[in-house]
């Protein structure tokens, strides 16, 4: 008799290959929305871009800690 395939593993290795692809759409986005900001409300400054940049970076972060925590459980 043929074991049938651990889906549990299959699933654990599906949401690790996704947390690159779902931290860089979180990061160009809101970095686009900034560079968006700053040609519509700035003064030729970039403080929009340079903010929303990071705030994309600590949530990326906090969604790769988040989801590797549930993937522990």
Sequence with gaps: MEKEPNNK???KWLALIN???QMGVIIFLF???GTWLDKKYSNGGSLWTI????????LALYNVIRQVK???K
């Design 51 to 58: 903010i929303l940049s990071l705030f994309s970076v600590f």
């Design 31 to 33: 970095s686009y929305l």
């Design 9 to 11: 593993s299959n699933n």
């Design 70 to 72: 549930n993937l522990n």
């Design 19 to 21: 947390i690159p692809i």
